[in-house]
């Protein structure tokens, strides 16, 4: 008995139209007409990537390497420290340094003009510098003189470049004064009050110059310093004899200047 050959799909219809389910189903899958019904690759669309998910970042490991980091920075910065301190301290035992002093020692007024016009003044400066140290010299720079009263400027000087050796004084003189300058008329009027009410003016020196420490055979960079002189009065000579300053409770202060871009502290 001869055996039945079964069709794998629906003949085609009379008419030229293909069946509803092969037109489907070939409209899936690119004009074939695969075997009905679909199988499992057809249903889940095999063809897509497996999705693997992405390994967690590794937090903690990224967290332990800063906080070691850290740790190391911080161990060498406390150790610079703590070296910068021992170095200080054998520095200040051996050498025992100490700041230079100022110390007005004398000031005369030889000429006090103020007029609507112009000012004129001259003044006759002596000022004494001490070093204390027995190891230490300063090499000083040319310095700037200027002395105001309350802001006002009245005169200007300098002093030539000196080196101070160790445990010595040295006697500075300069001249300062103040040729034909124009004031302004609040200044002028501040003066004149000053003047009528109690014959003298508050005066202030301001001395700015460079220095150069030298400590044994080593020498360091220049580094600014101010000295500022305050507590000075001042009268005007009425006649061509010069008069001199009150000079008891005049104190000097030494700051160090320093320079970072446009500004100076």
């Given at each position: 008995m001869a055996d039945r050959v079964y069709p794998a799909a629906k003949p085609a219809a009379t008419n030229g139209t293909a069946a509803p389910t092969a037109a489907v189903n070939g409209g899936a899958n690119g004009g074939a007409n695969p075997a009905f019904p679909a199988n499992k690759a057809q249903l889940y669309n095999a063809t897509r990537?497996?999705?693997?998910?992405?390994?967690?970042?590794?937090?903690?490991?990224?967290?332990?390497?800063?906080?070691?980091?850290?740790?190391?920075t911080t161990f060498f910065i406390v150790i610079i420290l703590l070296l910068a301190a021992i170095a200080g301290a054998v520095f200040w035992v051996l050498y025992r340094p100490k700041a230079p002093s100022f110390n007005v020692q004398s000031l005369q007024v030889s000429q006090f003009n103020l007029t609507s016009t112009k000012f004129v003044s001259k003044f006759n400066l002596t000022v004494t510098a001490h070093n204390p140290n027995k190891k230490i010299s300063f090499f000083y720079d040319p310095i700037n003189i200027n002395f105001s009263s309350d802001d006002v400027d009245i005169g200007d000087g300098s002093l030539p470049a000196f080196t101070h050796d160790t445990k010595?004084?040295?006697?500075?003189?300069?001249?300062?004064?103040?040729?034909?300058?124009?004031?302004?008329?609040?200044?002028?009027?501040?003066?004149?009050?000053?003047?009528?009410?109690?014959?003298?003016?508050?005066?202030?020196?301001?001395?700015?110059?460079?220095?150069?420490?030298?400590?044994?055979?080593?020498?360091?960079?220049?580094?600014?310093?101010?000295?500022?002189?305050?507590?000075?009065?001042?009268?005007v000579p009425t006649g061509k004899s010069p008069t001199k300053a009150t000079t008891k409770d005049v104190k000097c202060h030494v700051d160090i200047r320093i320079k970072i871009w446009k500004w100076t502290f």
């Open positions: 990537p497996t999705y693997r998910p992405m390994p967690p970042p590794r937090r903690k490991h990224r967290r332990s390497c800063c906080c070691c980091c850290c740790l190391l010595s004084d040295k006697t500075l003189k300069a001249d300062v004064s103040s040729s034909g300058k124009k004031l302004e008329d609040s200044e002028i009027s501040s003066l004149r009050s000053k003047l009528k009410n109690k014959n003298t003016l508050p005066l202030e020196i301001k001395l700015d110059t460079k220095v150069k420490v030298k400590v044994g055979s080593l020498k360091t960079k220049k580094v600014g310093i101010r000295v500022k002189c305050d507590g000075i009065k001042i009268s």
